[in-house]
């Protein structure tokens, strides 16, 4: 076992957490010790729901371990019932509570609540989150899922699958992925998780098929549905402009629409910026890509073939797609990296020096670190990336909100570069005040000028005022280049000269 200081997914029981919570009418009963309870942390701080997500822990402590432990979990999945009265319960233990073996589905079974109780088998230790929630909402659909109840089932009928709580941008994608769908003149059956009840999971069968947003969380339940529900599935992630155009045409030709249906749908304005002058400035940038499956490899087709960047790095956390990830590397002619260690990725970006991260917020800490632009494409994230705003990545219109997430941070750099060309004016000069505050604004007090000293990595003082003049998002790459150079041939102090030197080296 590896200690960590973060970690891209956490055990099976958050994912169970996350469909318990996205769904109604659905109660979790976790037999867990002091220490696991963080569910509250994670959905009303994080993600800034207004409820309580809807978990009954055991909190067995130290002490109890002596006595029946197992008396405990009967007594509050019998309370959680009385109190909460859901339409079906799902029952399991988290990663400490699974060590002693009280089995959570044979107690609440013994109990014969007036309810459907799921037990869940999730072992915490060879699994995490994503199959968590994958396996949970495949349980959920299996137990509840009734055969079709019409002998005729509309064709242009189906169910959205996949989104969940604490899921990047899932609510707004489900919005803009409905209102697509609606303009196909398909009706949308029954959402789920998010905001599914009980009965809503039986219902699935009645549509014709199934619209998967999120493979991580939907695809196993998916199949299942498509081998005992004869469901087709989509298997596109409309992520992209060219994603959008084939998940419709592939909905349609499900469905049986007419093959102009893309027309019908809407439009992006990303194409028309990719065909502008302005455009040229983002052709060719090197970009690194990290995050869960599905929106890895949405980013690297988006960054490849409607923005003309070069993908130089391409991986994900998600063990379970790796096979995918793998292939879509190999056509861009690179080696994937499968990984759940943030400091494997770090070396990596490192290693390739890109001129924009698309990560995780675990990816925009390392971005930051080491002075790259960045822009978060995939969970894990923080309460920043749970925007008030519409902002889905999903369809046309989230190819616009991808489109300005990506290409601001770079513009902001030229953006930069342009104010320091201009230092000198009296209006962006460091000491002026901000602009929008007026003419009675105080102004900073004048600081005393420091000194620049040399930098342990032997950097003349000269040298050193002279890479200030480099564009900040460039000049880490400088520094390092050029320290790169003087090592290479065992220049111990770094002038002016050496800097240029490096710099007409790594140009040719």
């Known amino acids: 076992m590896q200690l960590t200081l973060w970690t891209y997914e956490g055990p099976p029981h958050v994912g169970a957490m996350r469909i318990a919570t996205a769904m109604k009418g659905l109660h979790y009963v976790l037999h867990a010790p002091q220490g696991d309870t963080y569910a509250d942390l994670l959905f009303t701080m994080i993600e800034r729901r207004s409820a309580r997500p809807p978990v009954t822990y055991t909190t067995f402590q130290a002490r ?18 009385e109190r909460f009265k859901p339409q079906a319960m ?24 007036p309810v459907p109780v799921i037990p869940l088998e999730l072992p915490s230790y060879q699994k995490k989150e994503n199959w968590g929630a ?58 789920a998780p998010l905001d599914a009840t009980p009965d809503d999971i039986r219902r699935i069968p009645d549509a014709a098929f199934n619209v998967v947003l999120y493979p991580e969380t939907a695809e196993t339940a998916a199949r299942w549905l498509e081998r005992n529900c004869k469901q087709p599935m989509t298997s596109i992630v409309p992520i992209g402009v060219s994603a959008t155009r084939d998940f419709i045409i592939q909905v349609a030709s499900i469905a049986g629409l007419d093959a102009d249906a893309v027309e019908k749908a809407g439009a992006s304005r990303l194409p028309w910026y990719s065909r502008s002058v302005d455009s040229t400035y983002l052709t060719g940038k090197r970009v690194f890509i990290f995050g869960d499956a599905t929106h890895a490899l949405a980013a690297a ?16 956390y998600s063990r379970e797609f790796a096979r995918p990830v793998r292939e879509a590397a190999s056509k861009l002619g690179i080696e994937a990296l499968i990984t759940d260690d943030y400091l494997e990725v770090e070396a990596k970006v490192a290693e390739l020096q890109p001129e924009l991260v698309l990560g995780t917020q675990m990816e925009r800490h390392i971005a930051k670190k080491l002075g790259f632009p960045c822009a978060v494409i995939s969970a894990p994230v923080h309460v920043q990336d749970f925007p008030a705003r519409y902002s889905p990545q999903m369809g046309f219109e989230g190819a616009n909100v991808i489109f300005d997430s990506w290409v601001h941070p770079l513009m902001m750099g030229l953006e930069e570069h342009l104010l320091h060309m201009f230092r000198s004016d009296f209006e962006f000069n460091d000491k002026a005040a901000a602009s929008h505050l007026g003419a009675g604004a105080t102004k900073p007090a004048a600081a005393p000028a420091a000194a620049v000293v040399p930098a342990e990595s032997g950097w003349a003082p000269d040298a050193e005022r002279e890479l200030q003049k480099i564009p900040f998002f460039v000049r880490g790459k400088a520094r390092r280049n050029t320290e790169r150079f003087a090592a290479e041939r065992g220049i111990p102090l770094i002038t002016i000269e050496t800097l240029y030197d490096a710099k007409a080296h790594y140009s040719r």
């Open 90 to 113: 799902i029952v399991g233990a988290s990663c400490t509570a699974e060590l002693i073996q009280d089995d959570p589905g044979g107690l609440a079974k013994a109990l014969a609540l």
């Open 301 to 316: 087709r988006i960054a490849k073939e409607e923005l003309g960047f070069e993908v130089v790095g391409l991986g994900t």
């Open 64 to 81: 109890d371990l002596g006595g029946d432990t197992a008396e405990l979990f009967k007594t509050a999945a019998a309370d959680a019932y």
């Open 134 to 191: 994958s396996e949970t909402f495949y349980q959920i659909v299996r137990a509840l899922a009734e055969p079709r109840r019409a002998a005729e089932v509309n064709p242009r009928s189906c169910n959205i699958l996949g989104p969940t709580a604490l899921g990047f941008r899932h609510r707004d994608d489900l919005a803009e992925i409905t209102r697509v769908l609606r303009s196909l003149g398909i009706s949308v059956n029954v959402v």
